[in-house]
Each structure stands twice: as structure tokens, then as C-alpha cells.
């Protein structure tokens, strides 16, 4: 079965400072997806990244970035130089990658505040 | 802006009524996907539906039921409803198809949710 586990609840920081959101996923899947979405105050869930299991290089997207360890099964992600637009709830994701065993595992989320 | 529409926006019923939550995906996604976010059970995925034919299912309870009509939207009828069946109710489209397995196309794409409250 699969299980992701955020286990941070909240966080919060001053703005400008920058915040890692942690996430260890198990699977017994050789090939497999990863996510992170996030969820405003407003309730929609955002897509922000997916990664394939066979491709461990990390990626940045502005002042996103994203570290992934298979070695750790981790998918951490990062906020550089936070801004109060960046409060939200974020969700990290897993998924196998057959047709038909989509379905995405979602962990529990980690609540950010950005403090002005 | 997803691309994938539900109604209604905001739902309130009684406990023991039927309600029918609606979703159209984004154009061209022939995958849809619902889940349930609820306080104690967090994000969790109900069933998923691809061109017409249920693909998987989770966590549905029997009183929770959904089809995907030709025009590929969906609706999920929840009846005999609870106050613990009170959440929000997300349906979520992907261009996935068969024939791509390790090169899966699964990036889904929320809608804005259906917040169904049960008093």
C-alpha cells in the first residue's frame, strides 16, 4: 500500500525567510509519480510539480524548488525568499503510473503561515 | 482557472437526503477522478471513471454512487446522507489514457470543489 506522511503539521516564518516543507513517501511500485499541490485559504487545490520516479534530478521553478531522494524516498520542497501570498495548505502526492492506478495517496499537508 | 467546473459552489441538506454533486472536466481530459476532503479523514480519493466506464474505486461508501455520461461529465450521487458525510468534495481531470504505462499523462487537475454541509 501506499503512504505518504508530512509530518509537519505548521509552519510558520517571517517573510523573506525561507521554509523547507518535508515529505516521505513508501510504495512498493518501481515506477511512480510525485506531487505537491497547494491549497489557499479560497479551498482550491493547485497543481505546483509532478515527478517521475526515474528521474531524480531536482528542479526550480522560481523561488520553488524541489529535492528529490529516492535513496531517502523523500520529495522535499522548498520556498526561497517567502512572501505572505505563500500561505496555504500544501499536499504532497503519490501515485502509481499504470492506467487505472492513478489515484493520487495524498499526506495529511503542512499548514504555512507567512508572518508579515 | 483549472479548466474543471462543479456545481454547486456550496451545498446544505439535512441528514437522510440525496444530493448530486456535478463536474465537467477540462476539455479533452477523458479521465475524472473524485475525492473527499474531510476533517478527519483528509484528501481521500472515492472513484475514478474514463470515458464513460468506472477505472477504480476507494473509499466509496455504498451510499455513494457516480457515473461518466457521454459528454464525459460526471455527477456523484451521495444518498441517505450523515453529518459525517459533510466535507468538501473535489473532482479532478487527466488526459491519462492506457498504453503509456511508465510515460502515464497524470497530472490532475482540480476543480474548485463542492463544500457539502449535512445538518
Known amino acids: 500500500a501506499q503512504k505518504v506522511t508530512q509530518a509537519q503539521t505548521e509552519i510558520s516564518v517571517v517573510e523573506k525567510e525561507d521554509v523547507t516543507l518535508d515529505c516521505v513517501y513508501e510504495?512498493?511500485?518501481?515506477?511512480?509519480?510525485l506531487f505537491w499541490y497547494k491549497q489557499p485559504p479560497s479551498g482550491e487545490l493547485v497543481f505546483l510539480i509532478r515527478r517521475n520516479s526515474f528521474d531524480e534530478q531536482n528542479e526550480i521553478s522560481g523561488r520553488y524548488s524541489w529535492n528529490f531522494q529516492k535513496s531517502t524516498s523523500s520529495f522535499n520542497f522548498t520556498i526561497t525568499a517567502s512572501q505572505v501570498v505563500d500561505s496555504a495548505v500544501y499536499f504532497c502526492a503519490l501515485s502509481e503510473a499504470n492506467f487505472g492506478n492513478e489515484k493520487l495517496t495524498f499526506g495529511t499537508g503542512t499548514r504555512l503561515t507567512i508572518i508579515p | 482557472d483549472s479548466g474543471v467546473t462543479q456545481t454547486p459552489k456550496h451545498l446544505i441538506t439535512a441528514t437522510g437526503q440525496r444530493v448530486t454533486l456535478r463536474c465537467s472536466p477540462r476539455?479533452?481530459?477523458?479521465?475524472v477522478y473524485w475525492y473527499q476532503q474531510s476533517l478527519d479523514q483528509g484528501l481521500q480519493f472515492l472513484i475514478q471513471y474514463y470515458n464513460g466506464e468506472e477505472r477504480a474505486k476507494g473509499n466509496i461508501l455504498e451510499r455513494f454512487s457516480a457515473q461518466q455520461f457521454p459528454d464525459l461529465h460526471s455527477e456523484l450521487n451521495l444518498s441517505s446522507l450523515e453529518l459525517g458525510d459533510s466535507a468538501l468534495y473535489f473532482c479532478?481531470?487527466?488526459?491519462?489514457?492506457?498504453?503509456?504505462?511508465?510515460?502515464?499523462?497524470?497530472?490532475?487537475?482540480f476543480g474548485p470543489g463542492t463544500r457539502l454541509t449535512v445538518l
Open positions: 476539455s479533452g481530459d477523458l479521465s
Open positions: 510504495t512498493r511500485d518501481t515506477t511512480y509519480y
Open positions: 479532478a481531470s487527466s488526459a491519462s489514457r492506457p498504453g503509456l504505462a511508465g510515460r502515464l499523462v497524470n497530472e490532475q487537475f
